[in-house]
């Protein structure tokens, strides 16, 4: 827990207070793929993408398929999560997110 907030708060004193990646405010960041994700021009650039594709898609798809994408977004943030603040691993998971939107 300490690790996680100290993290945290080393990872908000890198930021200014208007950081803002596409999914979440980067102020709230609180575990090791956020924090790398709102540090990282490249990372927030494919964070925001992602949120366009994936909102984008909920709006074209059934209220059935729409819920499926959504568990299937939760599964991927854990996934995501898995990284802790491995640029690579964390660019692979969501270049493969927005291929596997794509599938939709």
């Keep these: 827990m300490l690790k996680r907030l100290s993290l945290a708060l080393f990872g908000a004193s890198l930021l200014p207070l208007s950081a803002q990646a596409a999914s979440y405010d980067c102020t709230r960041a609180d575990t090791a793929a ?10 927030n650039r494919l ?7 994936y909102r984008s ?12 994408v959504r568990q299937d977004q ?13 640029v690579r ?8 997110r927005s291929a596997r939107l794509d599938e939709y």
Excluded: F, H
């Design 34 to 43: 956020e924090i790398a994700v709102c540090s990282n021009p490249t990372l």
């Design 47 to 53: 964070d925001e993408d992602l949120a366009v594709q």
């Design 57 to 68: 898609l909920l709006n074209r798809l059934p209220p059935r398929r729409a819920e499926m």
């Design 74 to 86: 939760r599964s991927w943030l854990v996934a995501r999560d898995s990284c802790g603040a491995d």
């Design 89 to 96: 691993c964390l660019r692979a998971r969501y270049q493969e």
